[in-house]
């Protein structure tokens, strides 16, 4: 299963084309719209969010509310296109045109880099396609990735864990962590965290200033066996350290412990493997009897396989390039020191990167899970399950 995205940050519309979905999946609208609203929404957004109200449009793929087994085809369009339609032309302009051109690139940005790799002079060419407005068809295409999940009782959360430098303290099982998050503005389930950071927001908004921090990804009742340990990029840590990198503004990806691994000895590390016949069986994954593991420091994912615990994911994403009090750079046509060109951006995006992440990390599960368990037909693919669960559990 693979996706392709298309699109600039102001042009006409954004698509994705999803292939290798099976047939018979329940897929609305709704479905798609929901999650793109959570990604606009979340404190310290900019002016763009208040412009742009996404909704998804199927165009193909997908007949009285199933998909086919063909490609699906989606696309959102940019209500901001109206004030663009000369600058973001696809058509040949007259010179005299407005194309508001940039010239100076913003220090984070892949302005220049982007410049200097495909020969553009006109940064506006980097800077449309490089803005995270992209990731509005990645959420997309991994709603659809989460409906295959949630058929076979896998689920997907998330929530912000620091912010600026303020820290969220929480336990507590996924789902109810899932339910805090969602009712806070900056997507944490500490309520006091959740304040410390929004006041940290309005302080860096007021410097014109902008903030990162981090957020976890957790998927709960997957399967023993996603991935593999025989080819590198067969690895689903691998993948998933993938699909988090692949987001604007990510620097770093955790799984399970993580970096704490480099100082604490391998006693305090490893999970323990226990066995127990008690238990009650189970539609899908857990199952009892069964192997199980009473700490998960190793995030759910052993030798570049899933191990059956819940998959624990964090990442880091950096500051938002774009700020009001621009950073020094140098104009690529005069080569005289400037202050950076300003975007209209955000001051903080995690909570919405977070959402993000679900997004990326769901196709990536769903992929391996479909690699694993493959049909043609969703009615094939819980035939293929139910047998695998039955061997597992018999093991």
């Not at 998927?219 to 350290?241: C, E, I, N, Q, Y």
Request: with cysteine; charged share 25%.
């Amino acid at each position: 299963m693979r996706y392709l995205t298309a699109g600039e940050s102001h042009g006409r519309e954004l698509t994705a084309i999803i292939e290798g979905m099976p047939a018979g999946l329940a897929v609305a609208s709704s479905d798609i719209d929901r999650e793109l609203a959570r990604r606009q929404s979340g404190y310290g957004r900019g002016a763009r969010m208040k412009i742009e109200t996404d909704r998804a449009e199927i165009t193909s793929g997908i007949r009285h509310g199933k998909t086919l087994g063909s490609p699906i085809a989606l696309v959102v369009k940019n209500r901001d296109w109206e004030n663009w339609t000369e600058i973001m032309s696809p058509g040949v302009v007259a010179a005299t045109s407005d194309s508001r051109a940039v010239t100076r690139p913003r220090p984070g940005h892949a302005d220049l880099t982007g410049g200097l790799k495909y020969g553009h002079r006109d940064l506006r060419n980097v800077l449309e396609r490089s803005s995270a407005r992209e990731t509005t068809m990645r959420v997309a295409a991994g709603s659809i990735a989460r409906r295959l999940l949630d058929e076979f009782g896998i689920g997907v959360y998330s929530w912000v864990t620091e912010i600026g430098g303020v820290k969220a303290e929480f336990a507590g099982e996924p789902g109810a962590l899932f339910k805090s998050a969602e009712g806070s503005q900056v997507r944490c389930p500490d309520a006091a965290a959740s304040k410390a950071m929004m006041e940290r927001i309005d302080k860096a908004k007021a410097e014109g200033d902008s903030l990162g921090g981090a957020f976890e990804v957790v998927l709960t009742g997957v399967p023993p066996g996603l991935g593999s340990f025989v080819h590198w990029d067969r690895k689903l840590d691998a993948r998933l350290a993938f699909a988090l990198m692949s987001i604007q503004a990510i620097k770093g990806a955790e799984v399970g412990m993580g970096f704490k691994v480099a100082s604490i000895p391998g006693s305090e590390v490893h999970d323990e493997i226990s066995y127990s016949q008690k238990g009650k069986s189970a539609r899908f994954w857990p199952r009892k009897p069964g192997f199980s593991r009473k700490t998960n420091n190793a995030g759910g994912i052993e030798g570049g396989m899933s191990n059956g615990e819940p998959i624990v994911l964090r990442a880091a994403m950096k500051p938002i390039p774009t700020l009001y009090k621009p950073l020094r750079s140098v104009d690529i046509d005069t080569k005289k020191p400037f202050k950076a060109s300003v975007e209209r951006s955000d001051t903080c995006a995690v909570p919405a990167a977070a959402v993000i992440a679900e997004a990326v990390v769901a196709f990536e599960v769903a992929n391996a899970f479909l690699e694993k368990f493959g049909g043609d037909s969703i009615s094939e693919i819980v035939r293929n399950y139910m047998g695998y669960l039955d061997s597992v559990t018999g093991y």
